[in-house]
């Protein structure tokens, strides 16, 4: 069995949450509002800045700024996906769960682990943020960021982060590192 290790120190990572078998079940609209019921009452009572997410029909991405001192994102993704599980049980339709899934106490909705990264510096943080914000265009959603409706993009953009027009051009965001976050 492996040994994964999560990063332990800083305050600030980046997130891939994959749903099982890759359902596209994030997008529904029961989804949405579930997911989004699930993080509201986690950052309740276990706090985090959202500073940036996309959610895409099987998979997340987004970047969380815990607490100073505070790196237990393990336990805030585990009751994030534990209360959608269970809010989704009743109408969300997901594949039988094998023998390995149920002696585990998982559900058929999520992949087992996620992957995380620490945020090294700014410059980090501004190419998470781009790659964050430029994959429902990778993916072959949309053809331009600003037409993803599920995405931090649009509060970024009010907030003066991006023009309306980023990632317009197809390697606009690849060429040159950008650095429109570092005053963020």
């Not at 596209?24 to 276990?46: N, Q, T």
């Not at 995380?116 to 781009?130: F, G, K, Q, V």
Request: overall charge positive; some cysteine.
């Amino acid at each position: 069995m492996p040994n994964y290790r999560r990063a332990r120190e800083g305050n600030t990572y980046f997130f891939t949450l994959v749903t099982f078998q890759r359902q596209p079940i994030l997008c529904l609209d029961g989804s949405r509002r579930l997911l989004r019921e699930a993080i509201d009452a986690v950052r309740h009572d276990y706090p985090f800045e959202v500073v940036a997410w996309v959610l895409l029909p099987d998979h997340t991405h987004c970047i969380w700024r815990l607490p100073e001192g505070d790196t237990d994102y393990s336990r805030r993704w585990g009751l994030i996906k534990s209360a959608f599980t269970r809010g989704a049980k009743g109408w969300l339709s997901t594949p039988a769960a094998c023998d390995s899934r149920r002696k585990h106490r998982e559900g058929t909705v999520w992949q087992r682990r996620f992957w995380e990264h620490m945020i090294r510096d700014e410059r980090d943080l501004a190419a998470h943020c781009d790659y964050i914000h430029y994959n429902p265009v990778k993916h072959g959603l949309v053809t331009t960021p600003k037409d993803w409706p599920y995405s931090t993009f649009h509060r970024a953009v009010c907030e003066g982060l991006y023009p309306p027009n980023w990632g317009a051009e197809p390697a606009e965001w690849w060429a040159v590192p950008t650095l429109h976050l570092l005053s963020a």
